[in-house]
């Protein structure tokens, strides 16, 4: 009898198996054709929001406890769901789970904008590398990363993830980024895509901008990754461009990022349902996040009624197929949930340090380590690693300043330490039983005066003072132009002028120490004190990132992927950014029914003169240019070599260690148009690269690539990319201020590039005009 049951469950099995094939990488047609309506709209819509099929879930973040989402499992034909977590800075999921002693703390490494500056692509391949291994380790499938925005005005509040104001810098870090992390067999997500510029009204907001704006800037950066790199995934965003959703764009999801680009992952809408799910699908939206039941039904009657054809729903479920084989999840990879991470953090001091910014030096930095130092600022001992929102990573510590000095064997004066400690710990706990901070982090707390006569005592006791002066932003909110957050506020710049003014009188130095995401206002406070060191938000490891370039065991090499305004109104992206939305003045202005500009639309009428572009064209003043960072040693950089190439040219120069201790340069190429057709900006990036540690004396000669495409402009006239013929001035510069050399490239005959002539905004955007 035994015998019998056996031999028959045998059968069943044999027969199913028959039955319903199982995906692999070689049947996906056949998996398409073994699919129900209802399998195939299952792979459509995430799970992370109970979306049944016949009333059974099939897809949850359950498995991996903190994961933003998920896409869904069709068991029948051996389909897995697989697992989406954020990024950008490490990976995000809880820390804790229910009913198991261990934990699950990630790796908090530095934020976008600090990578950026490293100018150091092959150690940002290096962090990513790593930072791959845990999102493999913990059981995650694409990590949603890199954040690639470009900083259109400094006061978006999620500049922190993104790199920079130049696509071209921002479109090489995000593949260098993608191709670290898809090393290890996990994919990314690079976003938002695309003018994603604000978080005020994200949801809505309207992106008008000029073709040529776009194309130049805005979809430049993703252009450089998508080619580079090859992400698995791209997030179309949440805000509308030039009318229309971009995840219901299929000009922007399928003419330019599929057809011209040549690109065949999966695109995912950022983490909201708009109603249009079935245009979504019809642009090349292949799976809507997170997901939910009304989406899955909205796919199903469009199916049904015709309006989605069998051939758009098969194309995004080939789509689907065709990634989800890739998945370590697919491939039963057995995951430790152990990654590296003492390793990891180790990397974290080592990149975190490298992306640190030397403005100011007057004769105080390096500190020789046997200073007592005065350590004031909140943020000295409450020091920030990261942003928040969704780019808020659950670390299991964050090292303050303090004890990065004593872990580099340097005293600390205690009074200021047990003073600021107590006035955190009171501060934290009213913030927690005001419910403010938890998953998404916590905002800086508010800085805290400190008398003169405090600080005549701490003086009289130390050698140096340093102060941190913190920020933080994150999703969902934009930042204000105002005190406490762009500008310092009244108490922070009365502690600036008391300890200057104290430390100064006894002939004793004052180092500030800015742990910020995004630039702030630097010009009326910078001649107080003797040094600043730019420090970002850089990782778990921060403050013993901070001292070690402080000491000089570091040589700070970053330099400004983004650049400092004199004044915020400066950039000329201000006039329409809603730096005042919520102030009285904004809402008394507004009428009921006419749309508000900078809250339901936002006109991008600076057009390409975003950033450097704009100050270098407009001879407008900046407190501290791009590109711009100092180190404790000199470079000289040689006669420069310009050579043809069959379409471009190579630039060449010898950069040699000058000074008296060993260091790195990062060096940039910009390139000034032949004057005549196109409006150009003064100066634009077209290549970069980075020496090694030069010993002093010691020469290392950098040969970077640019092509003819590279320095092409848009000519919306002729939907063409066109680089005329000419002579292209090619420079060689410390920053965008200090150029050091310069060549000519001579293009005997123009170029064109013909693409599609789509994305025009309904109404011409009404771009400023530089002389
Ligand atoms: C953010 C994305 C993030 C997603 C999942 C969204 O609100 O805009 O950047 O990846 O949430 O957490």
């Known amino acids: 009898m ?12 044999a027969f199913s198996a028959f039955a319903q094939p199982q995906l692999s990488a070689d049947n996906i047609d056949e998996i398409i054709k073994a699919m129900t309506l209802e ?20 897809g949850t973040t359950d498995l991996v406890p903190g994961a933003a989402g998920v896409t869904r499992a069709v ?28 934990t699950y703390y990630a790796t908090a490494f530095p934020v976008g904008t600090s990578l950026a500056t490293t100018w150091n692509l092959d150690l940002v391949n290096e962090v990513t590398v790593a930072m791959g291994q845990e999102v493999l380790e913990f059981g995650v499938d694409v990590l949603l990363a890199p954040g690639m925005n470009i900083h259109r005005n400094v006061l978006c509040g999620r500049n922190f993830e993104y790199f920079s104001e130049d696509p071209f810098l921002s479109g090489k870090m995000a593949a260098a980024y993608v191709k670290g992390i898809q090393s290890n067999g996990v994919g990314t997500s690079v976003k938002h895509y695309a003018a994603n510029n604000q978080e005020t009204n994200r949801h809505e907001n309207d992106s008008r901008v000029s073709q040529r704006a776009l194309r130049e800037i805005y979809l430049k950066n993703f252009e450089i990754a998508i080619k580079e790199s090859n992400p698995w995934t791209v997030m179309s965003s949440y805000n509308v461009l030039n009318g229309e959703y971009t995840q219901q764009s299929y000009d922007l999801l399928t003419t330019i990022l599929r057809e011209e680009w040549g690109w065949d992952g999966i695109v995912m809408t950022d983490w909201g349902n708009k109603l249009g799910t079935v245009k979504s699908v019809k642009a090349g939206n292949d799976v809507m996040e997170p997901g939910n039941q009304n989406e899955m039904e909205r796919i199903i009657a469009g199916v049904k009624n015709g309006e989605i054809t069998q051939e758009e729903l098969d194309r995004n479920v ?22 590296d991470t003492d390793a990891h953090t180790a990397l974290v001091r080592k990149a975190g340090a490298e992306g640190m910014v030397l403005l100011k030096n007057n004769d105080v930095l390096p500190l020789s380590g046997d200073e007592k130092i005065g350590l004031w600022g909140v943020s000295s001992y409450d020091f920030i690693a990261g942003g928040t929102g969704s780019g808020h990573v659950n670390k299991k510590y964050i090292r303050n300043v303090q ?8 005293t600390v004066a205690s ?10 710990a009171y501060t934290e706990e009213t913030m927690a039983n005001n419910g403010i901070g938890g998953g998404w982090g916590k905002p800086v707390l508010p800085e805290v005066e400190v008398s003169l006569n405090f600080v005549k005592k701490v003086e009289a006791a130390t050698d140096v003072a340093v102060i941190t002066i913190g920020r933080n932003a994150g999703e969902g909110g934009d930042r204000k132009n105002g005190q406490g957050d762009f500008r310092l506020n009244a108490v922070e710049v009365a502690n600036l002028q008391n300890i200057c003014d104290v430390y100064h009188k006894a002939g004793k130095k004052v180092v500030v120490v800015l742990n910020i995401g995004g630039v702030i206002e630097t010009a009326s406070w910078k001649h107080l004190p003797d040094a600043i060191l730019l420090a970002w938000q850089p990782g778990m490891e921060g ?6 370039v402080l000491l000089g065991k570091v040589n700070p090499s970053g330099k400004l992927a983004t650049t400092f305004p004199m004044e915020y109104l400066d950039n000329p992206s201000s006039h329409n950014f809603p730096y005042d939305y919520g102030t009285a003045q904004m809402r008394g202005n507004r009428g009921p029914a006419a749309p508000r500009k900078n809250v339901d639309y936002t006109a991008y009428e600076e057009g390409i003169y975003v950033g450097y572009r704009y100050f270098t064209t407009a001879g407008v003043e900046v407190s501290y240019p ?43 190429v910009y390139v000034t148009a032949p004057a005549g057709g196109l409006d150009k900006p003064a100066l634009e990036l077209k290549a970069f690269a980075k020496t090694g540690e030069l010993a002093p004396g010691e020469s290392q000669t950098l040969t970077m690539t640019v092509d003819n495409y590279g320095i092409a402009s848009f000519n919306e006239a002729n939907s063409a990319w066109e680089a005329p013929a000419g002579v292209y001035k090619v420079h060689f510069a410390a920053s965008v201020a200090d150029i050091r050399a310069t060549a000519d490239y001579k293009l005997k005959t123009a170029k064109t590039w013909k693409v599609n002539n789509v994305l025009a905004p309904a109404e011409p955007v009404n771009e400023i005009k530089i002389k």
């Open 318 to 339: 080939r789509n689907m197929l065709e990634y989800i084989v890739k998945t370590p999840r697919f491939k039963g990879y057995a995951y430790s949930n152990k990654p």
């Open 543 to 548: 403050g013993a990132s901070v001292a070690d």
């Open 626 to 668: 791009f590109g711009y960072g100092l180190s404790y040693t000199t470079f000289a950089y040689s006669r420069p070599v310009v050579k043809a190439t069959q379409d471009g040219f190579t630039a060449t120069i010898t950069v040699t260690n000058t000074g008296k201790v060993a260091g790195k340069e990062a060096v940039q």
């Open 415 to 424: 009074a200021p330490a047990s003073w600021y400690k107590k006035y955190i």
């Open 39 to 58: 399998e195939k709209v299952t792979l459509l819509v995430g799970g992370s929001r109970a979306v049944n099929i016949n009333g059974v879930p099939s």
């Open 75 to 102: 068991p029948r034909l051996g389909i897995p769901q697989t697992v989406l977590a954020d990024g950008p800075a490490g990976v995000r999921i809880n820390p804790t789970r229910k009913n198991d002693p261990q």
């Open 2 to 13: 035994k015998k019998i049951a056996f031999i028959a469950a045998g059968m069943l099995a």
């Open 403 to 410: 004890e990065g000095f004593e872990g580099n064997g340097v």
